[in-house]
């Protein structure tokens, strides 16, 4: 496994499964690390997460345009597309609400035979808005087409659900070959 943070260059060799990390970066807990560090156990070579919280980052120093750009490629680009909702009481984290409908309804067109292997959405216990993500989820894939979704999700219930989603990607292109 890799990780690449934003805004870094994305390099990937053919065999690369790329997985963003969508979710909250401002006013909640630092998730992405813990779902990192938990990944880190699994065997995954191929697995490069695609992290947009930097370890140094100053909205009042460096450019929000290039953070956004950056994000904005890659979720056009990533082959798991991981949402998650912390429990945060500083925020609701409205952005990620915008991009878990645009990016639920693109999946199915990107990814026409395996889309629904390629969603991981967790929500928090306590999330303020976990009703608005059921809709939002209902409206636009239905919860049953759905292969890992969780509302009572931790950081490291996510990371496994993501490990799952990537080796049925990977057994799914063993089978293609």
């Known amino acids: 496994m890799r990780v690449i ?45 695609l992290n947009p919280r930097r370890a140094n980052f100053d909205i009042k120093k460096d ?20 949402m998650y909702f912390a429990n945060s009481e500083k925020s609701v984290q409205p952005i990620c609400m915008y991009e878990l409908g645009r990016h639920l309804a693109l999946m199915p067109h990107r990814f026409i035979k395996d889309w629904q292997d390629r969603i991981v959405l967790g929500v928090e216990a306590g999330y303020s808005r976990e009703n608005d993500v059921r809709i939002q989820t209902s409206l636009a894939v239905g919860f049953d087409k759905l292969n890992f979704w969780n509302f009572q999700a931790t950081p490291k219930l996510h990371a496994r659900a993501i ?11 063993e089978y293609a070959d």
């Open 163 to 173: 490990y799952l989603s990537y080796n049925k990607i990977m057994e799914n292109r």
């Open 5 to 49: 943070e934003a805004p870094n260059k994305v390099i990937l060799d053919e065999n690369d499964i790329t997985c963003f990390l969508a979710g909250g970066i401002c006013n909640c807990p630092d998730w992405q690390k813990e779902v990192i560090e938990e990944l880190d156990r699994y065997d995954s070579p191929n697995l490069i997460i």
């Open 63 to 82: 450019s929000p345009t290039k953070q956004i750009k950056w994000e904005f490629e890659q979720l056009n680009n990533m082959d798991i597309f991981s």
